[in-house]
Structures are given as structure tokens and as C-alpha cells.
């Protein structure tokens, strides 16, 4: 499966690890840092260096989870879910005590959002809790309902905070999962289609003004152009005005002017298209699409249950940043804090993303190790 | 697909679901995710493309309109220059400070601290504050002009803090003769939002940017304009200027010329010192207006600046009527000094001059007796003697003979009634009453009694002094003299001949007689030797004798005092007319006259005279203005008035003002005037008069009176 290995100059420990994902992550991370030295007015202070440092240090976490074992993961997932879900429970009590909302714990200079955490382990006990499903229950109630708990539970949490964006990427993992896990197909069309019929009450009924604002200014952008619009507005300036190959390297002048709200974060990608033009968007695109393939070969490599879904699930809420992130600097979907992953300024996002491509890698060695059983779970 | 309710009985089987199932089923979903992920990377590669293809010139421009601001620099304004090329109007370089009304977070707050950093009066605070309520976001309110460069960099060091606040270089209107020019110039203001809206040019919401608002200042907008240059500037979404890109200069507005002499406008403007008065000059042999003083004024340079509610109020309070041009809007009956203009008219209907008029002090007509002004009569009167002594009875009897008709189209011929093609925002053109115009206006018959006040220069007839100068370069020249303005038209009227020579030297002479002979003004003549001053004293009376004997009481009861003037009398160069509100008599007016056309002969002897009267009323007139100012500040700076909020309201008050006051005179219209004794050292002392006695019973005043006057 290596190229490198095969040519047996590179070390057995090196050539082993998994390049063809590992090269885009090292050059999509590299371009972020340099749209985030551009960002930063052409200087490694403040965005770059510090998004170097956060992919190292979550580097060594990702090789740490890449390198757990097997049955310890296994015997883990349910507590490590269960802490999650405490500290989300604890987000809420230090909310209410302290006065206002909040999203993140402060443990010393360390500050968690567990909320992003909640992301991957979501997915881990839902692909733990269907690998331990008999097979003939995928179809009976059982097969939902404690799993939908392993879903609206957290999702409860993070929504009285409150935040929608994460609610919604917590249940897409979570839904991914249930969906390759074979759950009959009519469920899920069925709960499409009721999710269209309640969108006008929810939107009238569950959604803060401010997230109305921002869905009609989605449907609407000229309505407001100062406004809520503003930010999609000017973001597709900044794409549309990068052209072909961009205005040059630190001559954007969408975000170094301030036009561009937030070049470094969220618009991060309008940032990078203004000075790279659609050279450099393909190129980005093209990087997540190689690291998501690897994501899915891994899951379809993988020798059983709990390591497919999980692979999927991981590879899933990944994408879930990358297309909810790009879909909305072109406009095309309401604006939401997302990150864009390893291009965003921001240590959460990061957290989460490595942990996904952690778990991968640790799939990955799994697989490599026992390859797969063919039809035995 | 497999719904299981949508199934057929028979065929129903229950599924065993095994591990392996689940594995195809995981692939087959996997792929169906893959797939779906995919089409989302083509969709966004799709969009990207179509963005940064497609839509990339939309974008690119808008991307420029972000980054690139566009900064008018407002133009320079052309200059206004008297007929030798100074400056009347010019620009001073400054620094200044405006606000933006829109861009203030806290207005009051911002707005102490500007007072405080430039040491504003309390005063003033209170008019930019009051300013900055009522803006409309886009218009810039003016807080400073003029300011040192100290105060300049104080305050630009603390922008940060103070949002909405524009300091910046630029120029500020000048009028070197302050409120010598104040009415014929007019002043410069932020453009309001009606002119903007009728103009909707972005030079005019420009900060700092002023437009003409009175006078020829608005007259010649158009040309003294200019061309606003542009300065491209790269700025953060913010608005802070990050780097010049490009600059175009501005193109300064064109320079008027105007006939106009400034050092004798000014000398003209000051001589009329406390009286309230114009004084208008003309050169007979051009046309040329010298000279159209109108006092008290207001000083256009703080008009400029923004009109203090302070200094508003003092200006309308005053009954003098500081801002009404009174060249141009006074009105005034024109007494005697219509006798010149009524022997040519009696000329021309063919009445020998040399023929004589027993005058015993006064006329019966009819069962009426009609006194002149001298009770105890002139005895013999000729036509020469009737001009020089003004006696009333013999154009009372002449004017019998010849009647009213040819009597008033003389005055219109002389200018009187008229309008002149004067680049001037507003005239009014007054009054020629005949028995046409009084049966259409008041539905009455023409009597006995209107000729007779109309020889005289009372009952409706109404003229401005700007009308009267007209008249002295007519009589004077013999010729159909039209003022001019500016230097760029062309002298009218020339071609033209009124009156044939013998009569003009005819009158002339009998003018000359009025101040050099045995006339009613003495102390009028020109302590030039060698240059002889022609001219002839009015007195106009503005109220019946029940009420003031028009020498002392209340100011505006009093007579106003007119003289119409040319000199050297026997080829005149310069004509004009002195009018004096209320002054009392002509005895106000002629000794103003025979300062300004020395002044115009021998500058150093005219600044003599004029020296020694500042002297005693306390300085120049600007210098007076500003003192009244501080005084009336002081003691009124408590309760700020607001000004006016829009300039046009000013105007449109001043014009009903002088619309109304225009009236005074109607409401004796319709009774005999006894005329007043004309000053006249040389004759009657003033005190020797003998008291009125057959004033005819005052008719019912008119009820509504409105002069005919127009714009």
C-alpha cells in the first residue's frame, strides 16, 4: 500500500506512516499559516506563529491517540463520552453561576470547549454502541433510541448555550454514523422530510432573533447590505476580486483594510482566494479532498464495525466543517462560526480536527496491523 | 428501498440482517456519502470559479470602491475685485474643524471637549450644538475656522477619541471691508439641504465647502466656483487614510470685477456713521456703479463662519434694519429732489423756464390752499429759482397747467418705477403714481392734492436710492445712463439723448446754484477749489403733523433727508444720491455727500473729515459693530436665541420687512403734505419756520397698504 516503503531507502517506522494524508495536512496547514502571516499584516505575530505551535503540540496528541490500542479505546469510549458530557453539564452550571453564557472551561491558561471535544466522541460511542448491537436488532426501536440519546443529550447541552452551529455538526456526525450503520433507509427520508415540514416552525419558534437575522439574510443578502449581509458581502468581494491567480502574496486588500470581517477566522478562505486567486482555492480544495479520500479508504479498510464507523464518523465531521465553512464565505449558506480546519486561526477547531485525524490514524494502524477479517466482525 | 408498509403481503418476508448485509450496506452508504461529498467539492469548485471568473470584474470594482475613497477638494473661490483690481472678497488659508452629525457617538460630550481644546464661547457651544441636533446626517456643521496651528495639532492628536470630528486645512471666505460690503456682497454658507437637493453636486455636503447665500456672492455662484479637484486616498474599512494614491488640484472660480471702488465704498460706508442710510455713486460718463453703501450692516466674515444665534438676534432686533440692503430694498418717498426731474418735465411741455410764479407762501387751488415750505413766500419765482430755493408753489402751479401724465413719464424716464439688468438677487422698483395707475390700484379718481404731492416727491411716489443716482447721472448727462456692475458689460444708454443741451445746462446751473449759490444747501459745497457740486435736498415726510413734527420724537417718525448729486456741475463725472432713514431732513443727507465726492477728488481731505467725526461716534463702523456686539453679548449671552435655521428665512423676513416699511409713507398718501422747511443755511434758520397751520384733514388711510415694488 506504500509507495515509499516499497523503495526500502526510508526507514520502516517512517515509511509506514500514512504519507498520503499526511503530505496535504503539512501543506494545507503550511498555506493557513501563510494567509494567517498575510492576515497578521505580513508578520508571524499574531495569527501564524501561534497556529504553527497549536499544530505541533496537537500533532503529538493526534500520535498519541494514533498509537492507543485497540481494547483500551474500546474499554474508554463510553467513560471518555460520559466526561465529555459532565463538562458540557459543568459549561452550563459555571454559566448560570457565573451570570451570562459561556461555551468553554477554564482549567489554568488551558480554556476547553467541550463542546468541540463532544464532536468526536459522539461519534466514538455511537460507533462503539452499533458495534455492540447485535445485528438483528438494525431495524428495531433499539436501535435507535439509545443512540438518539447519545446524540440529544449533548446536543441539549450545547443548544442551551447557545449554539447552533455545533449542535448541528455534533448531530451530523452522530447522524453519519447511525446512517452507515444500517439503519433502515425510510427513517431517515422520513425524518428529512418531517425536519423540511418543521423548518418554518422552528424558525419562527426555536430560533434567538439574532440566528433568524441570519437566515434571512442568507436567503436575502441585498436586503441588508450593511448589515447581517455585510460579512457574506464582503467576503465574496474578496473571492471574486482574487481572479485567477489572486492579487500577490500580503496585497489583499479585502483583509488588510478591514473590509473582510474576521480574515483570519472564519473568512479565513476569502483571505486566502483574494491573494491566491482560484489557484489557490482549487488547491485547498484539493488538499481536503485527499485527506477526506484517505479518511473513507481507511474506514473501508478497516476489519470491523467500530473501526468503520468510527473512521467514517471522524472523516464526516471533518467535512462537515470544511463544506458548512466554504459553503458559507461563497454565500451559499448562512453565516455561522465555523472554521475552516487547519487554515483558521484558533485552537479549538484544531483540537477537534486533529483528534478526527488521530482516531484516523489509529484506524489506520489498527488495520495495518490485523488486516481485515473478511466477513467476521 | 425497502419500505416495508409499501410491501405486499405474500411476498413479506422477515429480513434476517446478518454482519455481512450490514458490511454492503455500510459500503454502498459510504460510497452514496463519498458521492455526496464530492458533488459538494465540485459545487465549490464550481462557485469558486464562477466568483473569481465570472464575476471577477464586479468584484474587482467593488473591491476598488471599497478600498479607494474619493476625497473632493473643494476649489478655491474666485475672487470679487473692485474696479482696480483689489480684493473685496478673497480667501484665507486656515485650518478649521467641522463635525459630522452621523458619525458622533456621544454629540454633547464631543462637542465640550472641542469647546474646551479650542476654547469655543460658551455661546458658541450652544449654536453648534444646537446645529448638530437638527442636521441632517450628511451636512457638515462648521465648529471653528481660522484656527492657530497649536490648536490644529491639539486637537488632531486627540481624534481618536473623538469620532465624527474633521480638522483640515483649507480657506475661508475674506472680506478685507467687513461690513462696508456686507449687503452689496452678500456672504458665503454651508449649502442647506433644499440647495443641495436642487443641486445634488457631492461638492456641496463636502466639509468646509460654502456657497454664495446673498449678494453677488449668491449672484455669481456659478462662476466663482470653480472646479473641486480630487484626492484618491486608500482608506480601512474604518476610514483611516492609509496612503495617497493620486491627487488633481482644484481649479479656482473665476474673478468677478465689479465697477465698484472699494477705498470709496468703504470711506462712503463708514461716513454714513450712526445715521441709517445709503449712499449710492455712479460714474455719469460709464455707468459705473462707484459706490452702493447700505448702513448699518451686518460683517460678512462671521456671517461666514456660521450666523451666531447672539449676533442674529442683535441684527434683527435693531429697528435700523442692519440686514436689509437699502440700495436696493429701501424705499422712500423722494421728496424735492424730484423738482429737478419735474421742470424738465415742464420743459418739455413746452413751459418757458424764464417765466415767473408769485409765490406768497402758498396756492389756492380750488377751494383748497396748498402752503410751501416757506410760509412767508419766495415772492417771484422762475424755474431756476423754483429748483435752487425748492419752492413748492411754483411746481404746485405749473404742474396744474401741464398735469400729472407728462410729470410721470419723466420719472420714469429718469429711472424712477424702473428695474436696471443689475446682476443683484433682488430690486425693488417703487412707485410713479399718475391717474391710471391710482384708479386701477385704489379704485379712486386722481385729485388736485396727488399732483401736488407727487411734484413734491410724497403722497404714493416711492423710490430707491439706487433710482435716485439714476435720475442725478441723467438730469446730469442729459443722456439714458444705465448703471452697470461689473466691468464685463457693456455702458448703456449713451446713444440715447433724454434732453436737448440747453435744458440740461439750463438745469445744471440751477442744480449748481442749490450748494454754490443762493440755495437750500450751502453747507454742501466741495472745499475743492475749482470743482463745483451740483445737487438738490429732499426732505421726506413719513407721517402726518398730528403725529411728529418729523425734527425730534421717535426715530422712525422722523423725515427722511435726501440729496441727489453729481459733479463737476458744469461736465459732470460722477452723480449719486444720498438717502437717510429718518435723519430728519436733507440737512442729514448733504453733508454725506459733499464728504464722499471729496473724498473721490481728494482722497487725504475726505479721511480728514471722516477722522475727525469717528472720533466722536467711537470708531470706524466695524469697530462700532463690534463693540455693540460684545456689549449686546454680554448682557444677552445668557439666553441664546436660535438662530434661523435656514438663510432663506432671514431673507424672506428682511424682504417682508421692507415690503412693510415700504408702506409707511402711503399712509399719508391721501392728504395734503405741508412740506418741510428745506435746510437752508443760507435762507430761513430751521428754527424761524412758522408753524403748520392748514394741514388738510387727514383722509381715512388706506386700509391694507402694499407699495408696488417687485424683485
Request: charged fraction near 20%; charge should be neutral; aromatic fraction near 8%.
Amino acid at each position: 500500500m506504500n509507495t515509499i516503503a516499497a523503495r526500502g531507502i526510508v526507514p520502516e517506522p517512517i515509511a509506514r506512516q500514512p504519507w498520503e494524508m499526511l503530505i496535504p495536512l503539512l501543506l494545507i496547514t503550511g498555506f493557513g499559516g501563510l494567509v494567517l502571516y498575510s492576515a497578521g499584516g505580513g508578520s508571524m505575530q499574531p495569527f501564524a506563529m501561534s497556529h504553527f505551535i497549536r499544530f505541533l503540540v496537537f500533532s503529538v496528541m493526534a500520535a498519541i491517540i494514533a498509537s492507543m490500542p485497540r481494547d483500551a479505546v474500546r474499554v474508554l469510549t463510553y467513560p471518555a463520552y460520559l466526561a465529555v458530557l459532565v463538562m458540557l453539564l459543568g459549561v452550563e452550571i459555571v454559566g448560570q453561576v457565573g451570570g451570562g453564557s459561556q461555551r468553554w472551561l477554564e482549567a489554568g491558561p488551558i480554556r476547553i470547549q467541550p463542546s468541540e471535544i463532544m464532536k468526536p466522541a459522539v461519534v466514538l460511542a455511537m460507533a462503539r454502541f452499533y458495534e455492540t448491537l447485535p445485528a438483528g436488532m438494525i431495524g428495531s426501536w433499539r436501535s435507535l433510541v439509545p443512540s438518539g440519546m447519545l446524540i440529544v443529550l449533548p446536543i441539549s447541552l450545547v443548544l442551551l448555550q447557545p449554539d447552533l452551529g455545533t449542535s448541528v455538526a455534533i448531530a451530523f456526525g452522530g447522524v453519519v454514523v447511525m446512517f452507515l450503520a444500517g439503519l433502515p433507509l425510510w427513517w431517515f427520508l422520513l425524518a428529512g422530510g418531517t425536519g423540511i415540514a418543521a423548518m418554518p416552525l422552528i424558525y419562527f419558534f426555536a430560533l434567538r432573533p439574532y440566528q433568524q437575522a441570519r437566515v434571512t439574510t442568507f436567503l436575502d443578502p441585498e436586503n441588508d447590505p450593511l448589515g447581517a449581509g455585510y460579512h457574506i458581502a464582503q467576503s465574496k468581494i474578496a473571492i471574486g476580486s482574487g481572479g485567477l491567480f489572486g492579487k500577490g502574496f500580503n496585497n489583499g486588500t479585502q483583509s488588510h483594510l478591514n473590509y473582510l470581517p474576521e480574515p483570519h477566522t472564519d473568512f479565513v478562505f476569502a483571505s486566502m482566494a483574494e491573494e491566491w486567486g482560484l489557484v489557490g482555492g482549487l488547491f485547498v480544495l484539493t488538499m481536503y479532498a485527499l485527506i477526506l479520500r484517505w479518511g473513507w479508504k481507511v474506514a473501508n479498510e478497516s476489519q470491523d464495525r467500530f473501526c468503520a464507523l468510527l473512521a467514517a464518523g471522524a472523516t464526516a465531521t471533518i467535512f462537515f466543517y470544511i463544506a458548512i465553512n466554504l459553503l458559507m464565505v461563497m454565500g451559499m449558506a448562512p453565516a455561522k462560526g465555523i472554521p475552516l480546519p487547519w487554515m483558521s486561526h484558533g485552537g479549538s477547531s484544531m483540537m477537534t480536527n486533529m483528534i478526527c485525524i488521530g482516531l484516523l490514524m489509529m484506524v489506520n494502524r489498527w488495520n495495518r496491523m490485523a488486516p481485515r477479517r473478511g466477513l467476521t466482525v | 428501498m425497502k419500505i416495508p408498509f409499501l410491501r405486499d403481503g405474500p411476498e413479506r418476508t422477515p429480513r434476517m440482517i446478518n454482519a455481512s448485509i450490514l458490511r454492503s450496506s455500510f459500503e454502498r452508504r459510504g460510497l452514496l456519502i463519498g458521492a455526496v461529498q464530492g458533488g459538494v467539492g465540485v459545487l465549490l469548485a464550481l462557485r469558486l470559479g464562477y466568483l473569481a471568473i465570472a464575476e471577477n470584474e464586479k468584484y474587482r470594482l467593488e473591491s476598488e470602491s471599497n478600498r479607494v475613497n474619493l476625497t473632493l477638494v473643494p476649489p478655491r473661490r474666485g475672487w470679487i475685485l473692485d474696479r482696480n483690481g483689489a480684493p473685496l472678497a478673497s480667501n484665507r488659508a486656515d485650518f478649521r474643524v467641522d463635525l459630522i452629525p452621523e458619525r458622533l457617538v456621544d454629540a454633547d460630550a464631543t462637542i465640550d471637549r472641542l469647546g474646551q481644546l479650542l476654547s469655543l464661547e460658551p455661546a458658541r457651544i450652544a449654536d453648534i450644538k444646537d446645529k448638530v441636533s437638527t442636521a441632517r446626517g450628511f451636512q457638515p456643521v462648521e465648529v471653528a475656522s481660522g484656527l492657530g496651528y497649536e490648536q490644529f495639532a491639539a486637537l488632531s492628536v486627540r481624534l481618536p477619541d473623538l469620532p465624527g470630528v474633521v480638522p483640515q486645512r483649507g480657506f475661508s471666505r475674506f472680506y478685507p471691508t467687513a461690513s462696508s460690503v456686507g449687503h452689496l456682497i452678500g456672504y458665503v454658507g454651508p449649502a442647506s439641504a433644499e440647495e443641495y437637493e436642487k443641486d445634488p453636486n457631492p461638492l456641496l455636503i463636502t466639509p468646509g465647502y460654502k456657497i454664495g447665500k446673498d449678494g453677488l456672492e449668491k449672484q455669481f455662484e456659478k462662476e466663482l466656483r470653480g472646479v473641486p479637484g480630487a484626492r484618491r486616498v486608500e482608506v480601512t474599512a474604518g476610514g483611516r487614510i492609509v496612503r495617497d494614491l493620486e491627487t488633481r488640484e482644484d481649479v479656482q472660480g473665476a474673478p468677478i470685477k465689479l465697477t465698484i471702488d472699494g477705498p470709496l465704498q468703504d470711506y462712503a460706508a463708514r461716513r454714513i456713521g450712526l445715521e441709517s442710510g445709503s449712499v449710492v455713486v455712479m460714474d455719469c460718463r460709464s455707468g459705473d456703479l462707484l459706490c452702493m453703501a447700505s448702513m448699518p450692516s451686518f460683517d460678512p466674515n462671521s456671517f461666514s463662519d456660521g450666523i451666531g444665534g447672539v449676533e442674529y438676534a442683535m441684527l434683527r432686533d435693531d429697528e435700523r434694519v442692519p440686514l436689509r440692503n437699502k440700495v436696493l430694498k429701501g424705499l422712500y418717498p423722494p421728496g424735492s429732489t424730484v423738482k429737478p426731474m419735474v421742470s424738465m418735465a415742464f420743459m418739455q411741455a413746452g413751459i418757458d423756464p424764464n417765466e415767473t410764479v408769485f409765490c406768497g407762501g402758498g396756492l389756492q387751488v380750488g377751494n383748497r390752499r396748498f402752503g410751501c415750505w416757506n410760509r412767508r413766500g419766495h415772492g417771484s419765482v422762475d424755474m431756476a429759482k423754483g429748483i435752487y430755493q425748492s419752492c413748492d408753489v411754483y411746481f404746485y402751479a405749473m404742474a396744474q397747467r401741464v398735469g400729472m401724465d407728462p410729470i410721470a413719464a419723466m420719472a420714469r424716464r429718469c429711472g424712477m418705477g424702473q428695474e436696471f439688468p443689475l446682476p443683484v438677487t433682488s430690486q425693488f422698483f417703487g412707485t410713479v403714481p399718475d391717474p391710471a395707475w391710482k384708479m386701477k390700484k385704489w379704485g379712486r379718481e386722481w385729485q388736485a392734492f396727488d399732483t401736488v404731492n407727487a411734484t413734491i416727491g410724497q403722497g404714493y411716489m416711492l423710490s430707491s436710492p439706487l433710482q435716485l443716482a439714476v435720475m442725478a447721472s441723467r438730469l446730469a448727462t442729459g443722456r439714458h445712463v444705465m448703471p452697470r456692475l461689473t466691468l464685463d458689460t457693456k455702458p448703456q444708454g449713451f446713444d440715447k439723448i433724454d434732453f436737448p443741451a440747453e435744458q440740461v445746462e439750463y438745469v445744471r446751473k440751477a442744480m449748481s446754484d442749490v450748494v454754490n449759490g443762493p440755495g437750500t444747501a450751502g453747507r454742501a459745497r466741495l472745499p475743492i477749489d475749482g470743482t463745483l457740486m451740483a445737487g438738490k435736498t429732499g426732505t421726506a415726510q413719513v407721517v402726518s403733523l398730528s403725529i411728529s413734527n418729523g425734527k425730534s420724537g421717535p426715530w422712525k417718525y422722523r423725515d427722511h433727508g435726501l440729496f441727489i448729486f453729481f459733479a463737476p456741475y458744469d461736465n459732470p463725472r460722477y452723480a449719486g444720491a444720498v438717502v437717510i432713514e429718518h435723519g430728519g431732513g436733507s440737512g442729514s443727507a448733504y453733508p454725506i455727500a459733499r464728504d464722499v465726492m471729496t473724498f473721490l477728488f481728494d482722497p487725504a481731505k475726505g479721511l480728514e473729515a471722516l477722522a475727525a467725526l469717528e472720533a466722536g461716534w467711537g470708531g470706524t463702523a466695524q469697530q462700532r459693530l463690534e463693540a455693540r456686539y460684545a456689549a449686546y453679548a454680554a448682557e444677552r449671552g445668557a439666553s441664546v436665541s436660535r438662530p434661523p435655521r435656514r438663510e432663506e428665512e432671514i431673507f424672506d423676513r428682511v424682504e417682508a420687512e421692507a415690503r412693510r416699511a415700504a408702506t409707511q409713507p402711503e399712509a399719508i398718501a391721501d392728504e395734503v403734505i405741508a412740506p418741510r422747511p428745506e435746510a437752508n443755511p443760507s435762507g430761513t434758520p430751521p428754527g424761524a419756520a412758522p408753524a403748520p397751520q392748514a394741514a388738510a384733514p387727514a383722509a381715512t388711510a388706506p386700509a391694507a397698504p402694499s407699495a408696488e415694488i417687485s424683485e
